[in-house]
């Protein structure tokens, strides 16, 4: 069952962010914004808990088994993608760029850090 939590958790999360974009309401823009930010470590506390109890969680929907795997193919995909998404504006490569080192920021952290 909690397996169906996380899923429902992160459709949300990620259905929230969206609508944070594409309102026109500054009261609904706030409030989407609190729950996006806040839900994954609300969520994170819970299931560290759970497992505490009840032993890791085996079964949960994912893209892949392997979360390294998974960001190296985003970079992939960032890399060939960064000028079609940017359109050549400095400012939006830079951010870009930003959110690229945080990928390889995390794959140094997950393959050298023990």
């Known amino acids: 069952m909690i397996e169906k939590l996380i ?6 999360r990620n ?7 594409k309102t026109n309401s500054y009261a609904q ?21 759970h497992q505490g109890l009840f032993g ?6 994912e893209d892949t088994k392997d979360a390294t795997e998974a960001l190296r193919a985003d970079l992939v995909w960032l890399s060939e993608n960064r000028d079609k998404v940017s359109n050549g504006v400095p400012a939006l490569e830079n ?10 920021k995390t794959l140094y952290k997950l393959e050298n850090l023990r």
């Open 56 to 61: 890791l969680i085996k079964d949960v929907p």
């Open 95 to 104: 951010i870009f760029d930003e959110l690229t080192a945080l990928y390889l």
């Open 15 to 21: 259905a929230t962010h969206v609508r944070h974009w």
């Open 29 to 49: 823009h706030e409030a989407l914004g609190d729950f996006y930010e806040g839900i994954i470590s609300a969520l994170d506390k819970y299931v560290e808990a």
């Open 7 to 12: 899923s429902r958790v992160f459709k949300a």
